[in-house]
């Protein structure tokens, strides 16, 4: 009898053509689906299942952003849980032969340890004043980075301590596999995260963006060959909940999406060039500054957003599976659907830093509220001492000075 250890050294040194199928996801179409359309051909049963499914999903989509801004980043984090989850599946059924030691722990262990650096991140960003407020968090988030690095620290411990003789090679391919599965999935829906917190139409504008692109490419496709895009950026603009930047009120502890619009969300008139004016027979034209960013964003998600899916295309073929999991009817796994999101959310993050952010008063402000009385001091005699140098402050404006005290010290003192 063949030593298991000889035997698994030999499947390792298989060439990849060799490696085993994943098994074909089974069919979750309920059952009341089906026999109402089992007279219909499988190209119009697939139809039918598709639209369907989407309907009930735009539906609950929508019901989410009723529901608010919180809901709506529980959703992100539970698709990024799923879709990791799809992928490192994949490994699993691929090398599972292998009985590799401690696999599943610790890509569940990593998924866990970056979650909390990220969302550790985003809590110490924009919750600096309900953590100022609680004695036990201040020592989590002034430390946060350094318990970050400890617990990976620890999970890397761990792998290097399973590591097989002979079987290093494949362990640090599975590794590796574990690692790009993170950044693809918890990095990206960080920066989903982080485009909700700039207003709710930098979330729902991409994403629309992509899935209308996605639809009328099936739907256009499948009768006609065509992919137009539908844009609502105008509809969205016109209202406070959609443009506001998301922001934690600590005294009610809720989130809240009220301010003044900024000018990307106001009204604005437009001389159209000469060349088109005799086209269009306009010479001016009422827009929002938003609805030119809006193109930019239609645009990649027409021409570069497919390539998401291209990608993902190519890694199903790799491994001779349709779909990333069944978890959809008539549309595969989460990931299937979110393959062009991830790579919009990183490029709508992008163009947000280098294009529209600026300085934020209020964010700067919170970070001041939570130095100590010594600190605020320092900091309002440079920015005074920089003000008179400017010529904007004089001098003798004391009074000034002693009513910025004022208004920050009963803040200091909670």
Same mark, same amino acid.
């Given at each position: 009898e063949v030593d298991l250890e000889e035997r698994l050294h030999e499947l390792d040194l298989r060439s990849d053509s060799d490696i085993p199928d994943?098994?074909?996801?089974?069919?979750?179409?309920?059952?009341?689906?089906?026999?109402?359309?089992?007279?219909?051909s499988a190209r119009w049963k697939n139809w039918w299942i598709r639209g369907i499914l989407s309907l009930a999903m735009i539906s609950g989509f929508f019901l989410i952003i009723y529901l608010g801004s919180f809901m709506l980043m529980l959703l992100v984090l539970s698709i990024q849980v799923k879709c990791y989850h799809e992928i490192i599946t994949i490994g699993y059924r691929v090398y599972h032969s292998y009985d590799l030691p401690w696999f599943r722990s610790l890509s569940w262990y990593f998924l866990l340890c970056v979650n909390y650096f990220f969302y550790g991140e985003t809590v110490a960003d924009y919750f600096a004043t309900f953590v100022q407020r609680r004695e036990q968090l201040q020592f989590l988030i002034r430390y946060h980075r350094f318990i970050s690095f400890a617990l990976y620290l620890?999970?890397?411990?761990?792998?290097?301590?399973?590591?097989v003789k002979k079987h290093y090679r494949l362990q640090f391919y599975m590794f590796a596999w574990t690692h790009v599965t993170l950044l693809i999935t918890v990095t990206q829906s960080h920066l989903v995260i982080q485009n909700l917190f700039e207003g709710m139409i930098w979330f729902l504008v991409p994403i629309s963006s992509v899935i209308c692109n996605d639809i009328t490419?099936?739907?256009?496709?499948?009768?006609?060959?065509?992919?137009? &895009?539908? /844009?609502?950026?105008?509809? %969205?603009?016109?209202? =406070?909940?959609?443009?506001?930047?998301?922001?934690?009120? +600590?005294?009610?502890n809720r989130f809240v999406t009220e301010c003044e619009p900024s000018e990307l969300f106001q009204m604005k008139k437009y001389s159209v060039p000469p060349l088109l004016q005799a086209v269009l027979g306009w010479e001016t034209v009422n827009m929002y500054p938003f609805q030119m960013h809006s193109f930019a964003l239609s645009t990649f998600a027409s021409l570069i957003g497919p390539f998401g899916g291209f990608f993902a295309s190519g890694f199903k073929r790799a491994f001779k599976i349709k779909d990333f999991a069944d978890t959809i009817p008539g549309h595969g796994g989460i990931m299937d659907r979110f393959d062009c999101q991830y790579l919009m959310a990183t490029f709508v993050h992008v163009y947000i830093t280098s294009f529209i952010r600026g300085p934020n008063p209020?964010? &700067?402000? /919170?970070?001041?509220?939570? %130095?100590?009385?010594? =600190?605020?001091?320092?900091?309002?005699?440079?920015?005074? +001492?920089?003000?008179?140098?400017?010529?904007?402050?004089?001098p003798s404006l004391r009074g000034l000075g002693f009513e910025v005290l004022r208004l920050l010290q009963p803040q200091t003192s909670q």
């Open positions: 994943v098994p074909p996801p089974t069919d979750s179409t309920p059952e009341i689906l089906k026999r109402a359309l089992s007279g219909l620890t999970g890397f411990c761990m792998f290097v301590l399973s590591l490419a099936y739907i256009f496709g499948f009768f006609f060959g065509r992919t137009p &895009l539908i /844009k609502f950026s105008y509809f %969205l603009a016109q209202h =406070q909940y959609f443009v506001c930047p998301v922001e934690y009120n +600590s005294e009610t209020s964010k &700067l402000l /919170k970070q001041l509220l939570i %130095l100590q009385p010594e =600190q605020q001091l320092s900091v309002y005699k440079t920015l005074k +001492s920089y003000l008179v140098e400017k010529g904007i402050l004089q």
